[in-house]
């Protein structure tokens, strides 16, 4: 009998923990595929203070400009969030090279704050935009972007970014929880 009430503990401690992996990893909504293809896009994996080589840095030769802060009252998702302070005159952001699949739809999406300065973020590959959004970023409050763009049926390695540019005064924002999820069809 000790036996057998063990088995259906370790049973229950595993389902337990799936249930707890599904609810952390849903989906942004019912068509979307819950797993993102951005490695670390909330950033809880990088060490304080530095930005880990799977995202590229615009100027990449200014990486002490990009911190990871970790403050979970400021943070929107987790605990910690990317900071960026960026001079002006030029564009500044981050990268990431990820692989699709080809001829899909898939959204983009992250939360952005800080000083009021203009945003270009979006997707692409072989020097081919395939979807972008232009935005102003709010002072105080986190902000959600996105925009939906298509893989082609030639390469689906894809660049996504997010820049900003002021052109006469520093500036710095916040960034967190980017992702980046395939549409799946929608069952009826």
């Known amino acids: 009998m000790f036996f057998k009430m063990k088995k259906y503990a370790l049973i229950y401690t595993f389902l337990t923990i799936l249930t707890f992996s599904a609810c952390y990893n849903k989906p942004v909504n019912s068509t979307l595929n819950s797993f993102t293809q951005i490695t670390d896009g909330s950033f809880e994996l990088q060490a304080s203070d530095n930005l880990n080589s799977s995202y590229i840095t615009r100027p990449d030769t200014a990486k002490a400009n990009f911190r990871i802060v970790e403050d979970a009252k400021e943070a929107y998702h987790g605990r910690k969030f990317l900071d960026l302070t960026a001079q002006a005159g030029d564009w500044w952001g981050i990268s990431q090279k990820i692989k699709l699949k080809p001829n899909k739809k898939y959204t983009t999406t992250f939360y952005i704050k800080g000083d009021s300065v203009e945003m270009h ?3 692409f590959n072989s020097g081919k935009f395939l979807g972008w959004n ?6 105080e409050k986190w902000q959600k972007v996105s925009y939906d763009f298509y893989t082609d049926s030639t390469n689906a390695n894809t660049t996504i970014y997010i820049a900003v540019n002021h052109s006469s005064q520093n500036v710095k924002i916040q960034i967190d929880k980017l992702e980046v999820v ?5 069952n009826n």
Request: charged share 15%; net charge negative.
């Open 182 to 186: 395939q549409e799946l069809p929608q």
């Open 121 to 123: 973020c979006g997707a």
């Open 134 to 139: 232009n935005a102003m970023i709010p002072e």
